[in-house]
């Protein structure tokens, strides 16, 4: 089970940290970050592999957002800097689990998650 916190209402040029805790051991687990705006898709805005931390950003949140996990504390967090209004969405934590040999890969489309968190609702205004 996936938990997200930490989201809310900023200004633009704000920032928010969003946290996500898993019920049980992180471990053998790729994740990331998804966003679902009304009537629009919904995108990956930052991915992480299982071990060492490898990284994806797709260009709408490079430089902006950093995604990390702490495996001993089954937490991932989404650091979220100089927000846009744009980026207003909901947030989703999604997990899933990978074998060994891709210990390393990062997952960035919806379709390879099983797990999802209820999401947490970011608005940032203008």
């Known amino acids: 089970q996936l938990v997200e916190s930490g989201g809310g209402l900023v200004q633009a040029g704000g920032s928010l940290r969003l946290s996500c805790a898993a019920s049980?051991?992180?471990?053998?687990?790729?994740m990331a970050w998804f966003r679902q705006a009304p009537e629009k898709e919904r995108e990956c805005v930052a991915a992480i592999s299982w071990v060492r931390g490898s990284t994806y950003y797709p260009d709408s949140t490079k430089g902006r957002f950093t995604i990390s996990r702490d495996n001993a504390k089954d937490t991932l967090w989404l650091q979220m800097n100089s927000l846009k209004p744009e980026d207003t969405a909901v947030y989703y934590c999604?997990?899933?689990?990978?074998?060994?040999?891709?210990?390393?890969?990062?997952?960035?489309?919806?379709?390879?998650?099983?797990?999802w968190g209820q999401g947490t609702q970011v608005t940032v205004s203008s």
């Open positions: 049980g051991p992180a471990n053998s687990y790729a």
């Open positions: 999604a997990a899933k689990v990978v074998p060994l040999k891709d210990y390393d890969r990062t997952y960035n489309h919806q379709e390879e998650y099983v797990n």
